[in-house]
C-alpha cells in the first residue's frame, strides 16, 4: 500500500493549482477557466481558514480575441 502523502504537501499541491490557474491567458480566457480559477481559491481559502481572494471578470475574454483563433483551428475569415 503506498504511504499517506503529508497534509502540507497536498495543500501545497492545491496552491500550485491556483498558481497556475491564476496566470495570464489561463483565468482571463473564458468564464469557464475564470469559475476554476475562483473555485481552486475558494477551496484553498477553506483549507487556509481565511477569506477567497476572488477575481472579478474581465472586461473581455482573452478567448474572444482575433488571435485566439489561431489556436484553436478557426478559420479566420475577417
Same mark, same amino acid.
Given at each position: 500500500?503506498?504511504?499517506?502523502?503529508?497534509?502540507?504537501?497536498?495543500?501545497?499541491?492545491?496552491? =500550485?493549482?491556483?498558481?497556475? =490557474? $491564476?496566470?495570464? $491567458?489561463?483565468?482571463?480566457? !473564458?468564464?469557464?477557466?475564470?469559475?476554476?480559477?475562483? $473555485?481552486?481559491?475558494?477551496?484553498?481559502?477553506?483549507?487556509?481558514?481565511?477569506? +477567497?481572494?476572488?477575481?472579478?471578470? +474581465?472586461?473581455?475574454?482573452?478567448? !474572444?480575441? +482575433?488571435?485566439?483563433?489561431?489556436?484553436?483551428?478557426? =478559420?479566420?475569415? $475577417?
Amino acid at each position: 500500500m503506498d504511504e499517506p502523502v503529508a497534509w502540507e504537501t497536498l495543500v501545497e499541491s492545491v496552491r =500550485q493549482m491556483r498558481d497556475v =490557474q $491564476g496566470m495570464d $491567458g489561463n483565468w482571463n480566457c !473564458d468564464p469557464y477557466m475564470h469559475g476554476l480559477f475562483n $473555485g481552486i481559491e475558494f477551496a484553498l481559502s477553506l483549507i487556509e481558514v481565511r477569506e +477567497p481572494k476572488f477575481r472579478d471578470a +474581465p472586461e473581455k475574454w482573452l478567448c !474572444d480575441e +482575433p488571435k485566439a483563433r489561431i489556436f484553436s483551428g478557426e =478559420q479566420n475569415n $475577417g
